[in-house]
């Protein structure tokens, strides 16, 4: 089992950068999917980003595609979004997720992911 805590949200204008962090607990952290998703009010949570149990590759929506970075370093127990050129349709709670028994590469999908953060506030205004 792993527990997910998020940070790093806030309020920032249009245009500019905010870094997400989550950080896990365990010891098993490279052996699980990280992904980042989003869910803005009236919507349904969202694919954003996620990367692979060695991080070797790297997975995006088409919506932040050339604006976000997903990393993560194992030795750390971390994964991290960094996230440029925010718009304000980009405003929603963002939650870090684990998925620890697929077998792909990755998923879009959130029911895939078995554990997921509290959800860090991101506001993006115009």
């Known amino acids: 089992q792993v527990q997910l805590v998020e940070s790093g949200g806030g309020l920032v204008q249009a245009g500019g950068s905010l870094t997400l962090s989550c950080a896990a607990s365990?010891?098993?952290?490279?052996?699980?999917?990280m992904g980042w998703f989003r869910q803005a009010p009236g919507k349904e949570r969202e694919f954003v980003a996620a990367?692979?149990?060695?991080?070797?590759?790297?997975y995006y929506a088409d919506s932040v595609k050339g604006r976000f970075t997903i990393s993560r370093d194992n030795a750390k127990n971390t994964v991290n979004l960094q996230m440029n050129g925010l718009r304000p349709e980009d405003t929603a709670v963002y939650y870090c997720?684990?998925?620890?028994?697929?077998?792909?590469?990755?998923?879009?999908?959130?029911?895939?992911?078995?554990?997921w953060g509290q959800g860090t506030q991101v506001t993006v205004s115009s």
């Open positions: 997720a684990a998925d620890r028994y697929s077998g792909a590469a990755y998923s879009r999908s959130p029911h895939q992911y078995e554990y």
């Open positions: 990367i692979t149990r060695s991080g070797g590759n790297t």
């Open positions: 365990g010891r098993t952290f490279s052996m699980y999917i």
